[in-house]
Structures are given as structure tokens and as C-alpha cells.
């Protein structure tokens, strides 16, 4: 069953906005920099209006840091980090965060891809710090995030979005794919430009959910072998500029994307 979302106004609704952010870590450093971002950095931000959708380990590079925020509209985003990278958190924080990263600058600034393409965190509820802590917690993570970013040739979204609606989510559902959101390029401005994002990106970015790593490896054999996705599949590629990127992310205890809905 997806997890699209059905109700525009729900009131746990990830933000229009969104930020799609790598870090690439200095070696070992990831769980540190998780620690730290899950302790000081949830609560914090989002008391500024942001919402923190989701943090992940890459399964495939740990040395990667990859995690979702969310705001209202980009005035909203101006804002919001403008207070939270102005206030005494940051300040108390960023020596240590810092320390941690390469590289903190391959960001994507994205919008839903269609009306209802956006992530619903409704009934979902966050781990607090103690429970995250616990070893056999009940909200212990097992879950699998798989990111697509296909890189499109100008012109080539509105054709490229349609095909993956009609053809590719039905696939993805039939197969025990739960898709979680998917989005475009947002080509505004950079409101807050002490954080750079990349520009000159086009790109459709889907997400896509899977109970744990057994369920997303039993469910790639038939998404391969599906005659409707490789069709897709073939069309898709006349629309990219460049090879799709593949990330396989594993959602830390504290990520709202990613966990089971909690009643």
C-alpha cells in the first residue's frame, strides 16, 4: 500500500519545501555526527518551523550522512534557518557537528512532483532521546529508504513526472513498494544563500519504503522482471541527461521517515 499523501491539510504533512542533504563525513565519524544531530538538532530546528523529516545512514558509503527538511514555502525557509543557525544551539554545537564533515554542501532544493507527492508523516511519532537509546525499543529501526535521483534534460519533466505516476507507481505498489514521496527540482531563488544549494539541477527524486532489507531485496527480483517497469524504464532513459543515482538509506531512530506508524 503507498504511502502518498492523501490529505493536503494534514496537519503532519512534511513541508512543500524540501532539503535532500549528503554529507560526507570524515572516516568513522558518522555515528558521532548521528549522536549528536538526533540529541541537539530535532527538536531545535523545528521549534523554528522547519520540520526534520528523516535522517539515514547510506548502507553503501559510510562515510555519508544523508537527511530531509522540510518548511512551508521559502520565505518560511529564510526564516527558520536564519533563527536556528543564528541561535544559541548552532552556537553551542557547530564546533563539534563541523568536525565531523568533508562536505556539507551537495543539497538539492526540491518541491512535490505532482498534487499529493509529498511525504505524510500522519501517525507517525518520534522516538524521544531515552527511547532512542534503548536497544530493543520498540521503535528500533529496520526499515530501508531507497532514493532515486534521476538527472532530466530540459524539458523533459513534465513527460518524465507523468510517465513515473501512471506507469511506475502502479508497479512499485503491485510489488510491495511502498512509494513515500516524489519530487522536482524547486528553482527558487536560494533564500538563505550561507547554505548553499546545488544549482543548475533538474532532477525527479522518488523514495521509496521497504519493511527491512530482506523485504527490499525480495521485492527487487520482481520490480526487475516487471515487462510495465522495464517499458518505463526504457522510455525514462531518452529523458536523463546522466546515470539515475541509487542511495539505499537505513532511517536512525529519531527519523520520522522511515519508522512504522505509531498510534
Not at 538526533?38 to 527538536?43: C, I, N
Not at 521549534?47 to 514555502?73: K, N, S
Request: contains cysteine; negative net charge.
Amino acid at each position: 500500500m503507498m504511502d502518498l499523501v492523501r490529505n493536503e491539510t494534514s496537519p503532519r504533512l512534511a513541508s512543500p519545501i524540501v532539503e535532500f542533504r549528503q554529507y560526507t563525513l570524515k572516516p568513522g565519524q558518522c555515528e558521532t555526527l548521528i549522536a549528536l544531530f538526533d540529541r541537539e538538532f530535532v527538536e531545535t530546528q523545528e521549534a523554528t518551523g522547519m520540520t526534520v523529516i528523516g535522517q539515514f545512514r547510506d548502507l553503501d558509503r559510510p562515510d555519508m550522512f544523508v537527511w530531509l527538511r522540510g518548511f512551508e514555502d521559502m520565505e518560511a525557509r529564510r526564516n527558520a534557518l536564519t533563527a536556528f543557525y543564528g541561535g544559541p544551539v548552532w552556537a553551542a554545537h557547530r564546533d563539534a557537528a563541523n568536525a565531523t564533515m568533508i562536505d556539507s554542501d551537495d543539497v538539492l532544493l526540491l518541491k512535490p512532483a505532482w498534487q499529493g507527492a509529498g511525504f505524510d508523516l500522519s501517525g507517525r511519532r518520534r522516538s524521544t532521546s531515552a527511547e532512542a537509546g534503548k536497544p530493543n525499543s520498540e521503535n528500533a529501526l529496520g526499515g530501508i529508504v531507497e532514493v532515486s535521483i534521476h538527472h532530466l534534460r530540459p524539458g523533459e519533466e513534465a513527460g518524465f513526472t507523468e510517465r513515473f505516476r501512471t506507469e511506475a507507481v502502479p508497479q512499485l505498489a503491485a510489488n510491495g513498494a511502498r512509494l513515500l514521496g516524489a519530487f522536482v527540482t524547486e528553482s527558487s531563488e536560494n533564500t538563505f544563500p550561507r547554505l548553499p544549494v546545488r544549482i543548475g539541477e533538474n532532477v525527479f527524486l522518488s523514495a521509496t519504503g521497504f519493511d527491512n532489507e530482506a523485504r527490499h531485496a525480495f521485492s527487487r527480483a520482481p520490480l526487475a522482471a516487471s515487462p510495465a517497469l522495464q517499458a518505463f524504464q526504457r522510455s525514462a532513459e531518452q529523458s536523463l541527461a546522466r546515470p539515475t543515482e541509487v542511495l539505499r538509506l537505513s532511517p536512525t531512530a529519531r527519523s520520522l521517515l522511515g519508522t512504522s506508524a505509531i498510534a
